[in-house]
């Protein structure tokens, strides 16, 4: 799942394509216009056999504020490799509070990172 975070980050379609299950993956596919992803959180994850789940947060930068993704997304294990399956999505407006960590990553709290930039 973290591998295919930072490849929509750094816009690697190809791996996107290359991890997604031949059973559901599309013929092409174009990250021109994606968000500016800056963290992911993961809430829960696991396996059963060669089936796996993932309930993660992706989040990213808006014009001037955040947005997120929260899917729970499935996998399955085949020769030794996760494929990609599908998942269940849903997306809104991130609004983080004065103190608490900043959505783009740094550690920092937002009110002394992004709140002021």
Known sequence: ???????????????LLATWHPDTRPESLSLDGSPEWTALQIFSAG???????????????????WGYLEEHSDFVKEGGHWFYVAGETSEGTLK??????????????????CLNG
């Open 1 to 15: 799942m973290r591998s295919r975070f930072t490849a929509f980050v750094t816009g690697d379609s190809n791996y």
């Open 47 to 65: 396996e059963q056999g060669a089936k796996g789940q993932v309930h993660f947060r992706a989040i990213y930068r808006t014009g001037s504020g």
């Open 96 to 113: 983080p509070g004065r103190n608490e960590p900043c959505p783009c990553g740094s550690g920092r709290k937002y009110k002394s990172c």
